[in-house]
């Protein structure tokens, strides 16, 4: 063999060689590789401010939004007359326009949550009787077109996408009828996007750990008291590799743990109460007082009973953010509230020793409280009282359920400081946070709480989670319902967007920062 023909033969072995290794590197890539990172703009946190806004209704007409990078169109749940999503044209954030709606009255009753994943909108639609399963609508985001109908479980209250796209989750709420005679269960369902066949899972699984939990801060309460029927789901939040996701079940006060591609339920973490009693969780209990007076209540305790959940991992451990609303039953057939001051609540004497007192307007006898818990003795009177909520947002590590983090009384006290404190709310659950949504603003991660009841949000340095820094409290429409985060890479002008959607005037605000 010739020298030529020698030199020949090698280089072609090695270009196969080189051909394998690509291929294996290739194959190596599409299965380990991590989610990209969303490109960054150094933009000042503190200097975020509405530069666009627009006006959808009344009451009901602007609740949740997401948005499609592709169409740089941004979608809105409107319920305020007959149900659909408006499409909002967001190419100029500073001058949104609405250029269509899609109608959604054949689909069913109100449209709860929206999300999007590679030009596929997702939407949550309840029945027309709520207590029956409801709908995910899948929607092309360019035609609008229908393209998938999906049976979920009754109410389902949140819809996300996982972050990979594979999946689509629904948090079925399953409330009871007013009359409190039918009751669906909680559920969550996953959907496999590849051909959208659907698991609807409850929570079976721990009816036997119900005492443990209990015992923890869980609450299984209401006529007939039935686990699976009491359970309800709220909201999710899906962690960076898509197999994990956390769901908040309001009512019952605690955060349950999903595999999602095992579809399997892991565990559920009772949240405990916060104790108003301690040094920094002062809360102003009375609307009647003439005044706004934060103060130490003994044996008095909040729920967390957050609404919103999200996530954001840092150095490997996945931390999550709650807005901690409070939600109480309030049926013809069932309440559980009553106030302090009700010559029902009958407080212990040796627990409340000045109870006279106490129940008197200008101290807690406005204060709304639950009537399921306090009696600890079941003598008929109550050694402690509990409120709905926890006027905060609070941060909990993901892999214990540890809290690591709880804003105390700040939310309350930053709102009475930039006047926008509502006091007639004071009895009840402060600012109300109920909206939380992350995101990162060049080298810093921020996190972003609506308070519905001050009408304004707040931001928060979250850059250490452990640690969150209040950043700024910023006015916004009546009642906000959801808070966006649009970050940079992803925005129409390459700078990150807060989307603000208020369900009591209607209105979707836009949020810009200065560039650094």
């Avoid at 009754?154 to 996300?160: I, Q, R, S």
């Avoid at 269960?185 to 209990?214: C, H």
Wanted: hydrophobic residues 40%; contains cysteine.
């Amino acid at each position: 063999m010739n020298l030529i023909l020698r030199k020949n033969i090698n280089n072609m072995k090695q270009l196969v060689l080189m051909g394998i290794a690509l291929v294996c590197f290739s194959c190596l890539k599409e299965e380990n590789d991590p989610i990209p990172l969303e490109n960054t703009v150094n933009e000042d946190i503190a200097s975020y401010q509405e530069i666009g806004s627009i006006g959808l209704g009344g009451s009901g007409a602007a609740e949740i939004t997401t948005f499609d990078p592709a169409t740089k169109q941004l979608f809105a749940v409107n319920n305020s007359a007959t149900n659909k999503i408006d499409v909002i044209d967001l190419s100029n954030p500073a001058a949104p326009t609405l250029v269509k709606s899609i109608p959604l009255a054949t689909y069913g009753g109100f449209v709860n949550s929206l999300d999007v994943y590679d030009g596929k909108l997702a939407a949550a639609i309840e029945s027309t009787t709520k207590q029956l399963n409801g709908k995910v609508v899948v929607f092309n985001t360019t035609t609008l077109a229908e393209v998938k109908v999906i049976e979920v479980g009754a109410l389902p209250d949140m819809v996300t996408y996982s972050k990979d796209g594979k999946y689509i989750l629904t948090a079925n709420e399953g409330e009871p009828n007013d009359a409190y005679t039918t009751d669906p269960e909680g559920t969550v369902s996953i959907i496999k996007v590849a051909d959208y066949s659907v698991k609807t899972l409850n929570f079976a699984a721990f009816e036997s750990q119900l005492a443990a939990l209990t015992a923890k801060g869980f609450r299984i309460y209401g006529p007939g008291k039935n686990f699976l029927k009491d359970i309800e789901p709220e909201y999710i939040t899906v962690s960076d590799d898509s197999k994990t996701a956390w769901v908040t079940l309001q009512e019952n006060n605690a955060i349950a743990e999903l595999d999602i591609v095992g579809s399997v339920f892991k565990k559920i973490t009772p949240l405990g109460f916060k104790n108003y009693g301690s040094t920094g969780n002062e809360i102003d209990p009375s609307d009647r007082d003439t005044k706004v007076e934060f103060r130490l209540a003994a044996n008095v305790f909040g729920m967390y009973q957050p609404d919103a959940i999200t996530q954001y991992t840092y150095n490997g451990i996945p931390y999550l953010f709650t807005a901690n609303e409070g939600d109480a039953r309030e049926y013809a057939g069932f309440t559980e509230m009553r106030r302090v001051g009700s010559s029902a609540h009958v407080l212990d004497a040796t627990k409340f020793p000045t109870a006279s007192t106490l129940k008197t307007d200008a101290q807690i006898g406005r204060l709304n409280t639950t009537t399921t818990l306090g009696d600890t003795d079941g003598d008929g009177d109550f050694d402690a009282i509990y409120t709905l909520g926890a006027r905060s947002f609070s941060v909990w590590n993901g892999l214990t359920g540890d809290q690591v983090f709880d804003s105390k009384n700040e939310l309350d006290k930053k709102a009475l400081e930039s006047q926008v404190y509502d006091d007639g709310r004071s009895d009840d659950k402060g600012t109300e946070p109920e909206a939380v949504a992350v995101g990162k603003v060049g080298s810093k991660q921020i996190a972003i709480v609506g308070l519905e009841r001050a009408d304004a949000f707040a931001i928060y340095d979250i850059t250490i989670p452990t640690a969150p820094v209040f950043v700024k409290l910023i006015k916004t429409g009546d009642a906000p319902e959801g808070v966006l985060f649009i970050p940079a890479g992803k925005s129409p002008i390459q700078q990150s967007l807060i989307v603000v959607s208020s369900e009591n005037d209607g209105f979707v605000k836009i949020y810009k920062a200065t560039k650094l």
